[in-house]
Structure formats: structure tokens, C-alpha cells
């Protein structure tokens, strides 16, 4: 099944030890003498893209391109857009406005200089622009993006916004304006559902996420933008300890996702973000009861 729509097809670039849930359990001085394994499985995810012919866009961590220059200059120059996850994964609201644009800074120099690429997209670690951290969207607007891809219209325990709009729309600052990109959710009663990646996507049957994508691009002729990490096509990443919830978050099903990509690639179209960007519509409509803390353009 292959539908008219293109969809987004993004993966965040970096290890498996970066990831939120492993806050506290693995020091940030502890990081380089760990075994890294983010560039054989970003290879890997390459070499399948480039078999089902799928550009897609790649949110680099500025610590990983810093130590991988090559890897980043290998995802530019397969046709891949290059875009920015923060430096350090650091989640937004733990930091003031001063850290924020310094590791903002950091990561899209380190990425632009190993691309030859300019960055025109950030995507926050674990969604962490929340309604306690939308300056950062001013900060953003400031160092030169086009688009932000952080606010989660969900509600979760660590991110999301859960009443911002599901598709993409246009957020108007006092210093100018920028695109706001959200993972693709289901609208099913009273709620949004995630339903296009990470644990969503390793978690939950394939079969939810196809029913999803093909909800939002049947019922609502739009996008999906779809989500996934290196490290979540790696059953062999070495164990680290943490709670029971982030073990269950981050180790299941590993074996199967890469499969399950597979599938996905097969039965959908995918693209770059900033290729499906231009082709949304710059205004939208406002939904119900949206929240009247983020100014909206529509
Ligand atoms: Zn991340």
C-alpha cells in the first residue's frame, strides 16, 4: 500500500546511554568512556533508508557530532536534512534561557561545520518545551531556526502540550515567527494518542501505527511525522540500570524494530521535514478549547 501522502521520517541522533531515562544512573563525565554504538546503528538505518529510497531528517545530538564529524558529513551527503537535538541532552525546563541558548548554539555549530550544511530545525530532548519552557521558542527564533519539533500535544508524565494543535503551525514571538512541527497523535473522543514512534511505535503493536498513519492521511489528508533513535534498532546495547518504568520504556522489543521499519518503509511514502514543511499550509485553525498560553497564528 503505497498512499499519495509523503510523511516525515525523523530519527534522533544519539547513544543509547544519552537517553532521558538514564539521567542520574550515567554521569555526563561518564560518557565518553562508554562503548559508543550510535554510528553503526545510524549506518544501519542509512543503508535502509537508501534501500527503500526514503530521505528523511536527522536531529543530531552537537556531543555526538563533535565526536563523529564523519557521520555527519555521511547523513548530509546521502541527501538526508541535518537538524539539531540540543548538545548535551538536557531537558529544557531544568535549564535558564543563558544555558539553553549556549547548548543551542554549541550543537548547531558542531553540526553545520560536520554537515557543510546550515541547520534549520530543533527538536527538543524528550519534548521538554512544555508551558514552563516556551522562551525557549523566542531563543530558537533568535539563533536562526525555522522550525521547532518539541511540543508533544499529549499528555504524559515528563512532556507535552496536551490542548497545542496535532499538525503543523505557525508561533508568532515578540522576535519573529517560527514553525511548530508535532509528532503525529490520533484524535480518538477527548484526547490525542500517539501514535507515529519511539516507545509508541516499539511498544505497542505495528498495527497501531499503521492505523494511525493511515487515519491522518485518509481521514485528514495530512502528514504523519514519525520518530525513532539508532539505539531502538539495537538489541545487543549493553544494559544499564534504572527503574522498572524506564527498563520497560527503553529495552522492549528491541529485536523486533527494526523489522517493523521495514514494514513501515513499505507501507507508507516518506520525506524530509523541511520538504513537507513547505508544503503545509501556513495558517490553521485553532481546536477547541486550545489553551490560550501559546499565541497562535490562524
Ligand atoms: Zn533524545
New binding site residues.
Given amino acids: 500500500m503505497r498512499d499519495a501522502i509523503v510523511n516525515v521520517m525523523t530519527i534522533?541522533v544519539?547513544d543509547y546511554f544519552?537517553?532521558?531515562v538514564f539521567d542520574g544512573v550515567v554521569p555526563r563525565a561518564r560518557w565518553d568512556r562508554l562503548e559508543s554504538r550510535v554510528c553503526r546503528n545510524t549506518e544501519r538505518l542509512l543503508d535502509l533508508f537508501d534501500e527503500h529510497r526514503v530521505r528523511a531528517t536527522f536531529f543530531i545530538?552537537g556531543w555526538v557530532a563533535e565526536r563523529h564529524p564523519a557521520l555527519v558529513a555521511r547523513i548530509a551527503g546521502a541527501g538526508h536534512e541535518v537538524a539539531c537535538?540540543s548538545h548535551e541532552?538536557r531537558l529544557v525546563y531544568d535549564l535558564t534561557r543563558a544555558q539553553f541558548r549556549d547548548d543551542v548554539r554549541r550543537a548547531k555549530a558542531a553540526i553545520e561545520t560536520a554537515a557543510s550544511r546550515r541547520v534549520f530545525g530543533y527538536r527538543a530532548?524528550?519534548y521538554s518545551i512544555t508551558p514552563q519552557s516556551l522562551w525557549a521558542l523566542d531563543v530558537l527564533i533568535e539563533e536562526g531556526f525555522t522550525y521547532d519539533a518539541s511540543i508533544f500535544p499529549i499528555r504524559h508524565d515528563r512532556y507535552g502540550i496536551p490542548l497545542s494543535p496535532r499538525h503543523p503551525y505557525l508561533v508568532t514571538r515578540d522576535h519573529g515567527v517560527l514553525y511548530e512541527v508535532p509528532a503525529t497523535t490520533v484524535r480518538v473522543g477527548p484526547v490525542n494518542l500517539p501514535v507515529a514512534g519511539g516507545g509508541y511505535f516499539r511498544i505497542l503493536p505495528y498495527a497501531w501505527t499503521r492505523w494511525g498513519i493511515d487515519r491522518v492521511n485518509r481521514c485528514e489528508q495530512r502528514a504523519a511525522i514519525f520518530y525513532l533513535?539508532p539505539w531502538e534498532i539495537d538489541p545487543d546495547q549493553p544494559r544499564l540500570a534504572t527503574s522498572r518504568l524506564g527498563q520497560f520504556r527503553h529495552y522492549r522489543n528491541l529485536h523486533d524494530t527494526e523489522a517493523r521499519l521495514r514494514a513501515l518503509l513499505r507501507d507508507f511514502s516518506f520525506g524530509r521535514l523541511i520538504d513537507v514543511l513547505e508544503t503545509e499550509p501556513r495558517a490553521v485553525s485553532a481546536p477547541a478549547g486550545l489553551e490560550p498560553s501559546l499565541p497562535y497564528v490562524w
Fill in positions: 534522533d544519539e544519552h537517553v532521558s545530538l537535538h541532552h530532548p524528550s533513535h
